[in-house]
Nanobody, 122 residues
Framework: VQLQASGGGLVQAGDSLRLSCAGSGRTFSSYATGWFRQAPGKEREFVAVISWSGASTYYADSVKGRFTISRDNAKNTVYLQINSLKPEDTAVYYC????????????????WGQGTQVTVSS
């Protein structure tokens, strides 16, 4: 499975962005997919995860209410809608896939995309 994240950019506080994670391979739709982010000088942190069917989702407390994860398996794509962006959301956002769904932020993911930069100006 290969993943490619896109949709990042330079935005102002309060704006919205939709990140996309395009997966290759016929089996991508059977993988749970998560989003992570890494801010400058900080460790990578879990953001959200979605099951292969989209029926189950889980969010980090820090993003609940502003971030929405979804997927379109017909397009082999997982999305992360980010609303009311804040400067502290500035980070490189990565998508990752694993064979089974887990709501644990410490779950290991086998496949990673290259990341997309989100920069929020105040």
């Amino acid at each position: 499975v290969q993943l490619q994240a896109s949709g990042g950019g330079l935005v102002q506080a309060g704006d919205s962005l939709r990140l996309s994670c395009a997966g290759s391979g016929r089996t991508f739709s059977s993988y749970a997919t998560g989003w992570f982010r890494q801010a400058p000088g900080k460790e990578r942190e879990f953001v959200a995860v979605i099951s292969w069917s989209g029926a189950s989702t889980y969010y980090a407390d820090s993003v609940k209410g502003r971030f929405t994860i979804s997927r379109d398996n017909a397009k082999n794509t997982v999305y992360l809608q980010i609303n009311s962006l804040k400067p502290e959301d500035t980070a490189v956002y990565y998508c990752a896939a694993r064979t089974s769904y887990s709501s644990s932020p410490q779950a290991l993911y086998a496949y990673w995309g290259q990341g997309t930069q989100v920069t929020v100006s105040s």
